[in-house]
C-alpha cells in the first residue's frame, strides 16, 4: 500500500512540473532550496550522487518545520514534504532512490 501511495505521489509531482513555467526565474531554481550540487536532470527533477540520508537530513533542515508529509523506508526510501501557501504557492518536494543517485522532483500544487 505504501508503494502505491509513493508511486502516486511521484505522479502527482511530476505531472504538477509539467505545468510549471520551463523560464521560471525564481531562484532557487524550483521554488525550494536547491540541494547543493545537485544536477538538474528536467522540468522539477534533480539528482545528486549524495546518499539518501544526507539529502533527507539536509531537506529536514533547510525546510520548514511541519513540512515532512511521509518518510518510508521500504520497499524504496523515499521522502515526502510539502512547504508554502495551500492554494497558492505550496510546493511538494520528493525525495526517492534512483539507481546509484538520490533523485529530488519538486512540483507546485
Known amino acids: 500500500m505504501r508503494y502505491i501511495v509513493l508511486v502516486a505521489a511521484i ?5 504538477a512540473c509539467s505545468s510549471q513555467a520551463s ?14 550540487g545537485a544536477a538538474i536532470e528536467g522540468q522539477g527533477v534533480l539528482l545528486t550522487g549524495d546518499s539518501f540520508s544526507k539529502v533527507y537530513a539536509w531537506y529536514r533542515q533547510n525546510l520548514p518545520a ?5 518518510h518510508t523506508t521500504t520497499p524504496v526510501e523515499s521522502a515526502v514534504f510539502r512547504t508554502g501557501a ?5 510546493k511538494s518536494v520528493t525525495l526517492t532512490i534512483e539507481g546509484d543517485k538520490t533523485m529530488i522532483v519538486v512540483g507546485s500544487l
Do not use: C, I, R, W
Request: proline share 10%; hydrophobic share 20%; glycine share 10%.
Open 66 to 70: 511541519g513540512s515532512e508529509q511521509s
Open 11 to 15: 505522479l502527482v509531482t511530476v505531472t
Open 86 to 90: 495551500q492554494h497558492s504557492g505550496e
Open 23 to 36: 523560464n521560471d526565474s525564481k531562484h532557487p531554481v524550483f521554488g525550494v532550496p536547491d540541494y547543493p
